[in-house]
């Protein structure tokens, strides 16, 4: 199982997760309908990444390790409130 992870960029310095989904490593079928789902509900949405990991937690952190660390950018996680490290 993999975590897909969906939200957008509050501003060039803060992601903001709003959806988690657990889903089968590699499924572009289900990834692709979560995300045209949550892009329905909101238009704002920008970003989507599947993370090869179970735990959202730990979808979190690889989210904040991948896309915001390096460019001093926050995740903020709407999900489970979770704060990366």
Request: a negative charge; hydrophobic letters at 40%.
């Given at each position: 199982?993999?975590?897909?992870?969906?939200?957008?960029?509050?501003?060039?310095?803060?992601?903001?997760?709003?959806?988690?989904?657990?889903?089968?490593?590699?499924?572009?079928?289900?990834?692709?309908?979560?995300?045209?789902?949550?892009?329905?509900?909101?238009?704002?949405?920008?970003?989507a990444c599947e993370?090869?990991?179970?735990?959202?937690?730990?979808?979190?952190?690889?989210?904040?390790?991948?896309?915001?660390?390096?460019?001093?950018?926050?995740?903020?996680?709407?999900?489970?409130?979770?704060?990366?490290?």
């Amino acid at each position: 199982m993999a975590t897909l992870l969906i939200g957008r960029w509050t501003d060039e310095h803060t992601l903001t997760v709003t959806e988690s989904h657990p889903v089968p490593n590699g499924d572009q079928e289900a990834i692709g309908a979560l995300v045209a789902a949550a892009r329905d509900a909101d238009p704002e949405m920008d970003w989507a990444c599947e993370f090869p990991v179970d735990a959202h937690r730990d979808a979190v952190q690889r989210a904040y390790e991948e896309f915001a660390r390096d460019d001093d950018a926050d995740v903020v996680d709407d999900v489970e409130h979770y704060a990366a490290l």
